[in-house]
């Protein structure tokens, strides 16, 4: 039979996290799925013990680590199914889970993509994500409802986007929108293609009852911090000169100075003794965050030929974030 969705698994030396995973998508109520694991390069026998314990999953060995958006880009060439979903390797998803998502998509057409109720791994009922929105002042993406009790997020919801670790996609929206975008690398690359997603029009349905937990930064707390910081500026940087309406635009000198100043000084007294360590990296910040716009800025055109939503739309659930599913 020819599945209806195909779950992309992106790795590099995921090994200790793949029994977990598989074992949760193997006790699935939902049946009519493929998984295709996509290999970054992995030097831990990751490719070794999917053949060997998952003979089913089709894998994809790639010659290099290009990265989260090279490794997704990979498998959802690779489907023909019309859902694809993309799986963090480091996650437990619920029996239920891709039963919930498939089911709220087929329930509502007028949806193209779905966001899981993320859940932190090692934590009592607190929310990673449900769904992602975007903070205007800092010129970010965001997590909805991180660190907050999940009952707080018990109803659908149409959201702004979705956290790519644990997202339902129909296989019109790369069709339409394009693929990710490969020059992020990590990070802030699902805030672009959910802003990318909403200018050309397309809808995301925050599903709470597609529940997983998901062992937060496990694979970005295992890189240099300063590496991964400059690249996170990059990266947002990137995604505000390549998504935003020309009024943020105009107002991002104001923009970039709150940013600055949010970011080298601390709200909270208890991280005050970061000061001086934050004004030293200022001008490496500062030379990220201008290469990023740069980045960005030449692919503004591509992203904006697609636009089918007003400028209104747009700001109102840039700032709004989420409303009623209707």
Not at 52 to 59: A, M, S, Y
Not at 103 to 117: I, K, N, Q, T, V
Not at 178 to 199: H, Q, V, Y
Not at 209 to 234: N, T
Request: net charge neutral.
């Amino acid at each position: 039979m020819q599945p209806r969705v195909s779950v992309v698994i992106p790795n590099w030396n995921g090994l200790k996290h793949l029994e977990e995973c598989f074992g949760a998508l193997d006790a699935q109520t939902y049946r009519q799925f493929e998984a295709i694991f996509v290999d970054n390069a992995s030097s831990d026998a990751s490719v070794e013990w999917v053949e060997k314990h998952h003979p089913e999953t089709r894998v994809i060995r790639r010659s290099d680590n290009g990265g989260f958006s090279k490794a997704v880009n990979e498998g959802i060439r690779a489907s023909h199914a019309p859902y694809v979903v993309l799986l963090n390797n480091d996650t437990h998803a619920e029996e239920a889970w891709l039963e919930e998502l498939v089911g709220a998509l087929e329930a509502r057409p007028e949806y193209d993509f779905a966001a899981s109720l993320m859940m932190l791994y090692f934590e009592d009922d607190r929310v990673n994500a449900a769904g992602d929105t975007y903070d205007v002042a800092l010129m970010a993406g965001r997590n909805r409802g991180a660190g907050r009790p999940s009952a707080r997020y018990s109803e659908p919801r149409r959201v702004l986007g979705a956290c790519a670790g644990a997202a339902l996609y129909r296989q019109t929206l790369f069709d339409d929108v394009g693929l990710f975008d490969e020059d992020f690398f990590l990070m802030s690359e699902d805030t672009d293609i959910n802003l990318r997603a909403l200018i050309a029009g397309k809808k995301c349905l925050y599903v709470p009852g597609a529940v997983i937990r998901h062992k937060f930064r496990s694979s970005i707390d295992s890189e240099p911090p300063e590496q991964m910081a400059l690249l996170a500026d990059r990266n947002e940087a990137m995604v505000f000169a390549k998504d935003m309406p020309w009024l943020l635009i105009a107002a991002s000198p104001l923009l970039w100075v709150y940013r600055m100043v949010r970011k080298t000084i601390p709200l909270r007294p208890s991280r005050w003794h970061l000061i001086p360590t934050l004004l030293r990296r200022l001008p490496k910040r500062m030379r990220a965050e201008r290469e990023g716009f740069a980045m960005g800025w030449g692919k503004r055109g591509e992203v904006w030929k697609t636009r089918k939503a007003s400028t209104p739309v747009i700001l109102r659930w840039m700032v709004k974030g989420s409303g009623p599913a209707g």
